[in-house]
């Protein structure tokens, strides 16, 4: 089991920038989050789905941000253009739907916007 | 909503001891999950320990322990016979039985001291 694989590990890009984040969850996982993580505000949901399809995306702090699930095994999110306050370290997680159950988190990637 | 507090921002132990790390969520829902994740310096988030709402008795993971006090909405970690390894920020989490995103605390900043 590779676990949720997220790329890139870190991003640095100019202001005004597109910014895409990948996110490939646990084979067999129908759930599937992104949280972004800051000093000030800690870990905060942005969006989830179940089998592919957007659930909830109260907490996505904007238009310019958006978030696709193609398929089962591959999630993006987007960032155009980006600002610096977006710099923060954004997680993708991924459950099987039982609610009794964690969420298995990737690595995170860190994105800088200077 | 719901809201988790961690009124601890930073905890320090002496190795091999134990120290418990503080919790309390507010809810109206009787069927919910409680958790605690372990994040080190390199930031990957680790699940330690769950505890189902409907289960009197507290869940248990060798060194990790918890207190559930479900009246007093209160979840707290008791880690023992402390180890250099367990150094990291702590996150207490919360995810209600009608809904499928996970509500974090600030977390707490656990210090070992060799």
């Known amino acids: 089991d590779a676990g949720v694989i997220q790329s890139p590990r870190h991003e640095v890009t100019e202001m005004g920038q597109e910014v895409t984040l990948r996110c490939k969850p646990i084979?067999?996982?129908?759930?599937l989050f992104w949280y972004r993580q800051t000093m000030m505000r800690g870990l905060e949901l942005l969006i989830y789905?179940?089998?592919?399809?957007?659930?909830?995306d109260s907490g996505m702090p904007e238009d310019r941000f958006s978030a696709k699930m193609p398929n089962a095994s591959f999630s993006t999110l987007k960032i155009q253009p980006s600002e610096p306050r977006d710099s923060a370290v954004y997680f993708c997680?991924?459950?099987?739907?039982?609610?009794?159950?964690?969420?298995?988190f990737g690595s995170g990637t860190r994105l800088t916007v200077v | 909503a719901q809201t988790v507090t961690q009124s601890q921002p930073e905890m320090s132990v002496q190795e091999a001891e134990t120290v418990t790390l503080s919790c309390t969520y507010d809810?109206?829902?009787?069927?919910?999950?409680l958790f605690w994740y372990k994040q080190p310096p390199s930031r990957q988030m680790i699940l330690v320990i769950r505890?189902?709402?409907?289960?009197?008795q507290n869940a248990t993971e060798n060194r990790f322990s918890v207190n559930f006090q479900k009246a007093a909405k209160s979840f707290s970690l008791k880690i023992s016979d402390s180890q250099l390894g367990d150094a990291a920020m702590y996150f207490c989490?919360?995810?209600?039985?009608?809904?499928?995103?996970?509500?974090f605390g600030k977390g707490t900043h656990l210090i070992i001291q060799p």
């Open positions: 997680a991924s459950s099987l739907s039982s609610r009794g159950l964690g969420y298995t």
């Open positions: 084979s067999g996982h129908n759930s």
């Open positions: 789905f179940n089998n592919n399809v957007p659930i909830d």
């Open positions: 809810t109206s829902e009787s069927d919910y999950y």
């Open positions: 505890q189902e709402a409907y289960k009197q």
């Open positions: 989490a919360y995810r209600g039985g009608g809904a499928d995103g996970l509500t």
